[in-house]
């Protein structure tokens, strides 16, 4: 019997570089596969069915919903966005490491559809580099740059929902780091009882 994979997510606010630690992670180590989401918006050019997402209609999507088929979902900018529970989940039982990039909301609902998924909160060494960061994008008003702010303050108070918090000072730092606790909680006992079984049931 093979060990599970883990289904790991990185979450934290925006601003705090979640999408370029995200894919830094999958460089520094190919082994541990990415998610791929359902959407009900149209393909891009160059987008792949089952590469890039799967593309759903509405009706289908909301069928989808109704047969419990996600762990998370979400609606961003009229379109849906969710990730489906069998392909994921078929992944981890084959002792794939699956990593997601997510919002906190999201991050909520994968831990309650998967209790032993591996939650990491990510943030800045502090509010004036993720101040700078979100100013640097340019897409920021006064107003919407002091709302992210607080955002992520409150986000930042649920710490307590998370497993482990990362800094992001420097990008590949960070990776390493979450590759580190990828290692270590592969280390843990609970994902190695089908290693220890076997052992058990061996002669000497």
Do not use: W
């Not at 559809?113 to 060494?125: A, G, N, R």
């Amino acid at each position: 019997m093979k060990n599970k994979g883990l289904l790991v997510v990185i979450s934290g606010p925006s601003g705090a570089g979640k999408g370029t630690v995200y894919q830094k992670v999958l460089q520094l180590n190919p082994k541990i596969l990415s998610s791929v989401s359902v959407t009900t918006r149209a393909p891009r050019a160059g987008e792949k069915e089952g590469v890039h997402y799967y593309f759903k209609s509405l009706a289908e999507y909301q069928q989808m919903i109704a047969d419990g088929a996600f762990l998370e979902t979400a609606s961003v900018y009229s379109n849906y966005y969710g990730t489906p529970k069998s392909a994921v989940l078929d992944r981890i039982d084959k002792g794939c490491d699956v990593l997601f990039e997510i919002d906190i909301h999201g991050a909520r609902q994968i831990k309650s559809q998967y209790k032993d998924s591996v939650l990491i909160f990510l943030m800045t060494p502090d509010f004036k580099t993720l101040k700078k960061r979100l100013s640097e994008r340019g897409t920021e008003t006064e107003s919407s740059l002091k709302n992210r702010l607080g955002s992520a303050k409150n986000e930042l108070a649920q710490y307590g929902e998370f497993d482990y918090y990362v800094t992001n000072d420097i990008a590949e730092q960070a990776a390493k780091d979450i590759i580190t606790i990828i290692n270590a909680e592969k280390l843990r006992v609970k994902f190695n009882k089908p290693t220890i079984k076997n052992l058990l049931e061996q002669d000497f």
